[in-house]
C-alpha cells in the first residue's frame, strides 16, 4: 500500500514564476491538507480539500490555490513567488472521521526561489 | 503566531539519559498529536492523545495531555541515537496548529 507521494521532490523557481506541486493520498483517504514548513520551523497550514473543494484555509494570501481532483489527488499552486517562498512543501492526507484525523505525511517537495 | 510553543528548542544528550519536551498553549485542543521528522522528509506520527490526562506509553517514550487539553509532554527514557529528530507536537482544533518543534541530537 503506497503512502502519500509527493512531486517533484525538488524544484528551483526565480521571482514571480509560478509552481504546481503534486499529492497523491493515501489509499482510502479523502482528504488532503498541504502546510508550508520554513527551515527550523513546524509546518504551517496552508489550506484543507475534501470533496474537491477547500474545507479550511489557514494565514495564506491568494497567491495560495489548489485543487483536488476526483481521485482525490491535489494541486498546490502558488503564483507570483517570492523569495519568502521559499520551503518544505507537505502535503498530509487523511480519511474524514468525526474530529479525529490521523494525517500522514508525504515526504515534501523543497521548494527555493532565487 | 504559533500557538504552541516547544521547549526546549534544541537538545543535545548523550546515549542513555532521559528528556522531556515540553508543548505549551493558552488554546484548548480536541485532541493532540507528536510527530517526529528526519531531515528530508515529513513528519511521522507517534500517537494521539484525546482525553485530559491521559498517559500513552511507546516503548520508551511517554506522551501525556494536560488536564485542561491545553499542554502535553513528550519523556523519552535511555535515549538512543536512533531518536534523534525534530519532535513536533500539534493540536487539532478547526485545523492542525504545529508547535515550533524540538531538535533532538543523541550523542553515541
Known amino acids: 500500500d503506497a503512502g502519500v507521494t509527493q512531486s517533484p521532490t525538488h524544484l528551483i523557481k526565480t521571482r514571480g514564476q509560478q509552481v504546481t506541486l503534486r499529492c497523491s493520498p493515501k489509499?482510502?483517504?479523502?482528504?488532503v491538507s498541504w502546510y508550508q514548513q520554513a527551515l527550523g520551523q513546524g509546518p504551517q497550514f496552508i489550506f484543507q480539500y475534501y470533496e474537491e473543494e477547500e474545507r479550511q484555509r489557514g494565514n495564506f494570501p491568494d497567491r495560495f490555490s489548489g485543487h483536488q481532483f476526483p481521485n482525490y489527488s491535489s494541486e498546490l499552486n502558488v503564483n507570483a513567488l517570492l523569495l519568502g517562498d521559499s520551503a518544505l512543501y507537505l502535503c498530509?492526507?487523511?480519511?474524514?472521521?468525526?474530529?479525529?484525523?490521523?494525517?500522514?505525511f508525504g515526504p515534501g517537495t523543497r521548494l527555493l526561489v532565487l | 503566531t504559533q500557538l504552541l510553543e516547544q521547549s526546549p528548542q534544541f537538545l543535545s544528550i548523550q546515549e542513555g539519559e532521559n528528556l522531556t519536551v515540553y508543548c505549551n498553549s493558552s488554546s484548548v485542543f480536541s485532541s493532540l498529536q507528536w510527530y517526529r521528522q528526519e531531515p528530508g522528509e515529513g513528519p511521522v506520527l507517534l500517537v494521539t492523545?484525546?482525553?485530559?490526562?491521559e498517559v500513552k506509553k511507546l516503548k520508551r517514550l511517554t506522551f501525556q495531555f494536560g488536564d485542561a487539553r491545553k499542554d502535553s509532554s513528550l519523556h523519552i527514557t535511555a535515549a538512543q541515537p536512533g531518536d534523534t529528530g525534530l519532535y513536533l507536537c500539534?493540536?487539532?482544533?478547526?485545523?492542525?496548529?504545529f508547535g515550533t518543534g524540538t531538535s533532538l541530537t543523541v550523542i553515541p
Open positions: 489509499s482510502g483517504h479523502d482528504t
Open positions: 500539534a493540536g487539532e482544533g478547526n485545523q492542525f496548529y
Open positions: 492523545v484525546v482525553t485530559g490526562g
Open positions: 498530509a492526507s487523511s480519511r474524514l472521521a468525526g474530529y479525529q484525523e490521523t494525517q500522514y
